[in-house]
Structure formats: C-alpha cells, structure tokens
C-alpha cells in the first residue's frame, strides 16, 4: 500500500500485518486446509465473511454485480469442518503485540460460539500468531474460557500461551500442522 | 417485487419463489436452526454467500462499504454445524417443479463435498422442498450419491423422495425439526 508524502496509515486498528504477505496467518491455515483435502484428511473450510447485500446490479442476464454491502459481525468462528468423524471449529488471529493478545480480536458472540461446541463435544481452539515473534499458538477452547472466567484483563498474556497453549512450527506442507496437536488432544480426551 | 407494464420478469433459472415468503425454505431452516440453539440442541449456521470483494470505499474512520462483489460458486454446502457431538452438513434447495428435482440446482463441488462428509463419517443430507406441492424432503446424502452414480438423468423424479426420502411437516417450533430424522440416521447407522 502506498499513500502520498505526508499521508498516513490510519488502519492502527488493524492486526493484520500487510507488509508482509508470506507471513499471514490466514493464508496459511487456508493452504494448510487445502492440504488437508488434498490427502483426504480433514474437510475444513474457511466460513466466507459474513456481509449484508443492499443493492445489487444485474447489467446483464445470469451476470449480478454487488453495488452496496455492508460487513456484519460474525456470530460465529471462521473454520469449521471435519477431522475423524469430529467436528472442529476455530478462530485465528494475528496480533503484532508482543506481550500479550487482546482479547478484543475475539467477538462476545465467538467466545459464547466455543462455549457452545465445548458443551456439545466438538473441538474448539484458537490459533494465535505473534507476528512480531513469529510465534504462532494453538490455545484450546477451555484454556481460553478458563482464562477469561478467572481474569478481568482485556488481553491474554504471552506467557499464559507459553504455559498453556502449544507453540505451532512453520513447515512446508502443511504450512501449519495443527491437526497433530488435535490429534494430541482427542488422544487425552478420548473424545 | 413491482415490473413496469409491459416489462416481466427474467429470473426464469431462479427455484425460489419469492412470492410466498412465509414458504420460503431458507427462512423455515434459519428459524429452526435459531430454536434449535434457544434450547441449547443443535449448533447449525447457514453459511455467509461466498463472494468477491474487489472494491471496498471507507466513507469515514472504521466504516467500511462495499462498493463492487461478485457471487462465487459455493465449494461446500450451505448449512453446518455440531448435533450430538457429530458432525452436521446439509445443503437446502426448492424447486417449483412437480414431478422431478433438477439435480442442477446442486453444484458439483457441493455433491463432492457431501461424498467427503460421508467418508469421514459425518451426517450429510440434502433439505429439498417442491414449493407447489408443499412438500419437504430430507434425503440422506447417501441415497443422492446413490442416485447419481446409477442413473443419468440430470433430475431426481418425485417417486424417488416417495420411496428413499422422508417426509418432513411444517410446524410451529422448530417449523422443520429435521432433527427428528437425523436421531433416526444416527441411531440405524449407531454413528
């Protein structure tokens, strides 16, 4: 992105870190998952986002083009799928913090999203990235409601990941091999 | 939606019919998807339109509109989500056709995909409903693979919902409890 001399970026809001491309964690989770299929081992699909349509366009027949649409919050996470006859649900996201992970990233309605698939025997997580770190986290669904159960801060500490999620390597395919951890945890749960 | 005199409609390949909105299936299936989730059943969403944003204006500070989008080809079914501690994935269609279901209406990824949720031993089934005759199927996804891989006609005639689907009524709450088919799936298969 480029802006004119004296212009400035006004994303401060943004996790996201454009800069540099080979390092987002979407597109990574996105390659891991077509992997996944690819071998016929998990079908697990990135939700499309979820957007309002207020005016849309047909300048010719079969051919509609979307004029106005607004983005909505999500009430749920954005993979979902299934792995070993389970079904799984996550979130992923991105924080250039180095300390610690707000927990504003993670809608109400998510949080309540992976209360729900816990209570109903589904495996829910998180995988986090530290960008500046280039650390990226599996953090599972009851470490996380655990932490926002006993806690009143609005973000999660660094070293509660270091004690309580498990550091996810950077690999070549898949580029994020979180199904072994899940595997890990059906084994203990035997879920 | 009011036509100019002299003008008529164009959305001859659209199933839905928009004329009766109180028989529109995608509302009947939200609706009881939301009981469902009331009583702390089911956890099944319908998934956001996938679609292409390719232009994005930022009228002020944290609002964003889209300006241009484009509809994709959904590669997985509409409807997912958690029952039972299974995994649910189930696409929903009506046809205003009365002696057959235009196999058209279902995309190739989409049959693919319930072919994979099978395998991986999840519960996958298609909702159909023949608008005129105000009939509501659900037919399991392994009679619609069946169908297609013995037969070449590009439309499933009516006879065979009648013989391999059930018949699901319209009630108040949930206004299609489908659920009630899928305990009976779950309890012939014991998955």
Same mark, same amino acid.
């Given at each position: 992105?480029?802006?004119?001399?004296?212009?400035?970026?006004?994303?401060?809001?943004?996790?996201?870190?454009?800069?540099?491309?080979?390092?987002?964690?979407?597109?990574?989770?996105?390659?891991?998952?077509?992997?996944?299929?690819?071998?016929?081992?998990?079908?697990?699909?990135?939700?499309?986002?979820?957007?309002?349509?207020?005016?849309?366009?047909?300048?010719?027949? +079969?051919?509609?083009?979307? =004029?106005?649409?607004? %983005? &909505?919050?999500?009430s749920t /996470?954005?993979? #979902?799928?299934? $792995?070993?006859?389970?079904?799984?649900?996550?979130?992923?996201?991105?924080?250039?913090?180095?300390?610690?992970?707000?927990?504003?990233?993670?809608?109400?309605h998510?949080?309540?999203?992976?209360? +729900?698939?816990?209570?109903? =025997?589904?495996?829910? %997580? &998180?995988?986090?990235?530290? /960008?500046?770190? #280039?650390?990226? $986290?599996?953090?599972?669904?009851?470490?996380?409601?655990?932490?926002?159960?006993?806690?009143?801060?609005?973000?999660?500490?660094?070293?509660?990941?270091?004690?309580?999620?498990?550091?996810?390597? +950077?690999?070549?395919?898949?580029?994020?091999?979180?199904?072994?951890?899940?595997?890990?945890?059906?084994?203990?749960?035997?879920?």
């Open positions: 992105m480029k802006y004119p001399a004296g212009s400035k970026t006004v994303f401060t809001k943004k996790e996201i870190d454009y800069s540099n491309r080979g390092m987002n964690l979407e597109e990574d989770i996105n390659l891991s998952n077509e992997y996944y299929r690819s071998i016929d081992k998990a079908y697990i699909y990135k939700k499309p986002t979820p957007i309002q349509i207020t005016k849309v366009d047909y300048p010719s027949r +079969n051919k509609a083009v979307i =004029k106005e649409a607004y %983005f &909505l919050e999500p /996470t954005d993979y #979902n799928g299934i $792995y070993k006859g389970k079904y799984i649900d996550f979130e992923a996201k991105q924080t250039s913090n180095n300390t610690s992970f707000p927990l504003s990233n993670i809608h109400k998510q949080i309540k999203h992976i209360e +729900n698939v816990i209570r109903h =025997k589904g495996v829910a %997580f &998180l995988i986090i990235r530290f /960008t500046r770190l #280039n650390e990226t $986290y599996l953090l599972e669904g009851e470490k996380l409601i655990d932490y926002i159960n006993n806690n009143t801060k609005k973000s999660i500490p660094h070293s509660y990941f270091l004690k309580n999620a498990t550091l996810l390597k +950077n690999e070549y395919r898949p580029r994020i091999d979180y199904l072994k951890i899940v595997d890990e945890i059906l084994e203990v749960d035997k879920k």
